[in-house]
């Protein structure tokens, strides 16, 4: 009889269990387990453990290397993923510089950002699927590899057609990479200690977020706006070698496509956005022929109402209607799109403001980033492995939320063509207090009470909500602030090129005022995630 030996683990390091028994929750299996039994091996008088080998749909113990070190995995997952989310708002820091350079008019700058998050958000829910079919590995080295790829097309584009083309296969690279990234953290994680990684997952988000805009200012100013796209090349290759190096090849399954869902759910996603993004450009009008926006808009209504009944029918949905039964995922998809939402819309007025109407560069705007991503960086990791244990996420992101809202409405205070613009850096700080405190709550209450059978699709409809919010935060910023232009009496494809000194006159009263009047759109966004995370229980997070 042969037998096994099992080595003994320091449950002070980082290094992943090998006992299987110990992990048997982390088994997305449902099943009674295998009986364990003791077999002596008549040589040695040794005893060990035998069990029968798991089956195909379970990630155990057998399945990780020997000397597995989950962090590692952790720190090669979250190069990635701050990497993708620092290009959902890298650019709005150069939108001026890039409607100037390629000629271009706002709306099509804005869809340089629009059709990036789209980009990411149409294909993700199918992205999850593809990683339980291929492997989760396979799927994000893939992903990341297109990331780089498009990367490289965007810093060598010279109109901006290309460019927005480009940041559309971008953003598909990075639908590929999101759904990984946490689907690998539950599996390498026991419940116990896999708070803390979702929290850092959660905290990257937020971080990313901010940060962007400051890490664009700085390259726009030093090299150009082409350099905010170049630089995802280096830190791609860097990502593919860890990515290959430490993270597991974990065990995958056959799983059906569910075919139909994916289009009724990209047309439905493509056809609303597009119509948020052009109504003003067509005078919400014809765009050809009988098609004119309101249709396009309804059309793309209908199609994800479709989606909603036909994924209570599926077979395989993408999006299992039944993970909404749970109150806090449900209460925590809702919150995070409307997060997305608000964040993407925001950077849009503050950093147009900045550079247009006060004439700073992009590296001196990127300052007015510094408190929020400084303090971000500094409470978030805080925040999501103490704060939120102690207090409850509920009371935790009800204070981000509120203090959010109060941020934006602060800065409005600064708005104006002649004021000190050097005091809009104090809202920047509670800003800064406001984003530590909604990300890791959120993330670990959709996470929190969901079975292991349903991480992948909980993870996957969690950042396609995300994403989503994202995309409608800047086609509808583009539609607010073109029409708070024209309000003002300013032509939006003139007045949103950032001119050597800033705007001078009643143009610049105008612009300042029109700009101060988009910031109501995210504070009051930011006012209802406050009320819905009042709602949550509580429990996402907590130690058990």
Same mark, same amino acid.
């Given at each position: 009889?042969?037998?096994?030996?099992?080595?003994?683990?320091?449950?002070?390091?980082?290094?992943?269990?090998?006992?299987?028994?110990?992990?048997?929750?982390?088994?997305?299996?449902?099943?009674?387990?295998?009986?364990?039994?003791?077999?002596?091996?008549?040589?040695?008088?040794?005893?060990?453990?035998?069990?029968?080998?798991?089956?195909?749909?379970?990630?155990?113990?057998?399945?990780?290397?020997?000397?597995?070190?989950?962090?590692?995995?952790?720190?090669?997952?979250?190069?990635?993923?701050?990497?993708?989310?620092?290009?959902?708002?890298?650019?709005?820091?150069?939108?001026?510089?890039?409607?100037?350079?390629?000629?271009?008019?706002?709306?099509?700058?804005?869809?340089?950002?629009?059709?990036?998050?789209?980009?990411?958000?149409?294909?993700?829910?199918?992205?999850?699927?593809?990683?339980?079919?291929?492997?989760?590995?396979?799927?994000?080295?893939?992903?990341?590899?297109?990331?780089?790829?498009?990367?490289?097309?965007?810093?060598?584009?010279?109109?901006?057609?290309?460019?927005?083309?480009?940041?559309?296969?971008?953003?598909?690279?990075?639908?590929?990479?999101?759904?990984?990234?946490?689907?690998?953290?539950?599996?390498?994680?026991?419940?116990?200690?896999?708070?803390?990684?979702?929290?850092?997952?959660?905290?990257?988000?937020?971080?990313?977020?901010?940060?962007?805009?400051?890490?664009?200012?700085?390259?726009?100013?030093?090299?150009?706006?082409? $350099?905010?796209?170049?630089?995802?090349?280096?830190?791609?290759?860097?990502?593919?070698?860890?990515? $290959?190096?430490?993270?597991?090849?974990?065990?995958?399954?056959?799983?059906?496509?569910?075919?139909?869902?994916?289009?009724?759910?990209?047309?439905?996603?493509?056809?609303?956005?597009?119509?948020?993004?052009?109504?003003?450009?067509?005078?919400?009008?014809?765009?050809?022929?009988?098609?004119?926006?309101?249709?396009?808009?309804?059309?793309?209504?209908?199609?994800?109402?479709?989606?909603?009944?036909?994924?209570?029918?599926?077979?395989?949905?993408?999006?299992?209607?039944?993970?909404?039964?749970?109150?806090?995922?449900?209460?925590?998809?809702?919150?995070?799109?409307?997060?997305?939402?608000?964040?993407?819309?925001?950077?849009?007025?503050?950093?147009?403001?900045?550079?247009?109407?006060?004439?700073?560069?992009?590296?001196?705007?990127?300052?007015?980033?510094?408190?929020?991503?400084?303090?971000?960086?500094?409470?978030?990791?805080?925040?999501?492995?103490?704060?939120?244990?102690?207090?409850?996420?509920?009371?935790?992101?009800?204070?981000?939320?509120?203090?959010?809202?109060?941020?934006?409405?602060?800065?409005?205070?600064?708005?104006?063509?002649?004021?000190?613009?050097?005091?809009?850096?104090?809202?920047?700080?509670?800003?800064?207090?406001?984003?530590? %405190?909604?990300?890791?709550?959120?993330?670990?209450?959709?996470?929190?009470?969901?079975?292991? +059978?349903?991480?992948?699709?909980?993870?996957?409809?969690?950042?396609?909500?995300?994403?989503?919010?994202?995309?409608?935060?800047? $086609?509808?910023?583009?539609?607010?602030?073109?029409?708070?232009?024209?309000?003002?009496?300013?032509?939006?494809?003139?007045?949103?090129? +950032?001119?050597?000194?800033?705007?001078?006159?009643?143009?610049?009263?105008?612009?300042?005022?029109?700009?101060?009047? %988009?910031?109501?759109?995210?504070?009051?966004?930011?006012?209802?995630?406050?009320?819905?995370?009042?709602?949550?229980?509580?429990?996402?997070?907590?130690?058990?």
């Amino acid at each position: 009889m042969t037998t096994t030996q099992q080595t003994p683990i320091d449950p002070t390091s980082d290094q992943a269990p090998t006992d299987l028994g110990s992990r048997r929750t982390l088994a997305n299996d449902t099943s009674p387990k295998a009986p364990t039994t003791a077999d002596t091996d008549s040589a040695g008088g040794r005893t060990a453990p035998t069990t029968n080998p798991p089956s195909p749909t379970t990630t155990a113990d057998a399945d990780l290397p020997a000397g597995f070190r989950p962090w590692r995995a952790v720190v090669a997952l979250l190069i990635g993923f701050f990497m993708l989310m620092l290009d959902t708002t890298i650019v709005s820091v150069a939108n001026p510089s890039i409607q100037s350079s390629l000629n271009a008019s706002l709306t099509a700058t804005i869809w340089v950002t629009s059709a990036y998050l789209l980009g990411l958000a149409t294909p993700m829910l199918i992205a999850g699927r593809l990683g339980d079919r291929f492997g989760q590995k396979t799927i994000f080295m893939i992903g990341m590899a297109i990331f780089a790829a498009a990367s490289l097309a965007c810093g060598l584009t010279g109109n901006i057609a290309s460019l927005i083309a480009a940041r559309a296969v971008q953003g598909i690279g990075g639908a590929l990479m999101t759904p990984q990234t946490q689907a690998i953290i539950v599996k390498i994680f026991p419940p116990e200690r896999r708070g803390a990684a979702m929290g850092l997952w959660g905290s990257v988000a937020g971080i990313a977020t901010l940060v962007g805009p400051m890490i664009g200012g700085l390259l726009v100013q030093t090299i150009g706006w082409q $350099a905010i796209f170049l630089i995802n090349l280096p830190v791609g290759v860097v990502g593919l070698i860890l990515a $290959a190096r430490f993270l597991p090849r974990l065990p995958h399954q056959h799983a059906d496509f569910d075919w139909l869902g994916v289009l009724l759910s990209g047309l439905g996603i493509f056809a609303l956005i597009f119509g948020l993004q052009e109504g003003v450009g067509y005078d919400w009008g014809s765009i050809w022929g009988p098609i004119s926006v309101p249709v396009v808009i309804g059309l793309g209504l209908v199609a994800l109402v479709a989606f909603v009944l036909q994924q209570s029918r599926a077979r395989h949905p993408l999006v299992p209607l039944r993970l909404f039964r749970d109150r806090d995922f449900a209460l925590a998809n809702s919150a995070i799109f409307l997060v997305g939402l608000a964040i993407s819309g925001m950077m849009l007025p503050l950093l147009y403001f900045i550079q247009v109407d006060r004439g700073m560069s992009p590296m001196l705007s990127a300052l007015f980033q510094m408190p929020s991503a400084i303090i971000g960086a500094i409470l978030a990791p805080l925040v999501g492995a103490r704060v939120v244990a102690r207090l409850g996420a509920n009371k935790v992101a009800l204070f981000g939320g509120l203090l959010m809202a109060g941020s934006l409405l602060w800065y409005m205070l600064y708005f104006t063509a002649d004021g000190n613009i050097w005091w809009a850096l104090l809202p920047g700080v509670t800003l800064g207090v406001g984003n530590a %405190c909604i990300w890791s709550p959120l993330s670990l209450s959709a996470t929190q009470n969901l079975p292991l +059978a349903d991480a992948g699709a909980g993870a996957g409809t969690y950042n396609t909500m995300r994403q989503i919010g994202s995309t409608v935060g800047a $086609a509808a910023m583009s539609t607010v602030m073109n029409l708070r232009l024209l309000g003002r009496g300013l032509d939006p494809d003139q007045a949103g090129a +950032a001119q050597p000194g800033g705007l001078t006159g009643a143009g610049a009263e105008g612009y300042a005022s029109a700009m101060a009047d %988009c910031l109501w759109l995210p504070a009051l966004v930011f006012m209802v995630v406050a009320g819905l995370s009042a709602c949550l229980t509580g429990q996402g997070g907590r130690r058990r």
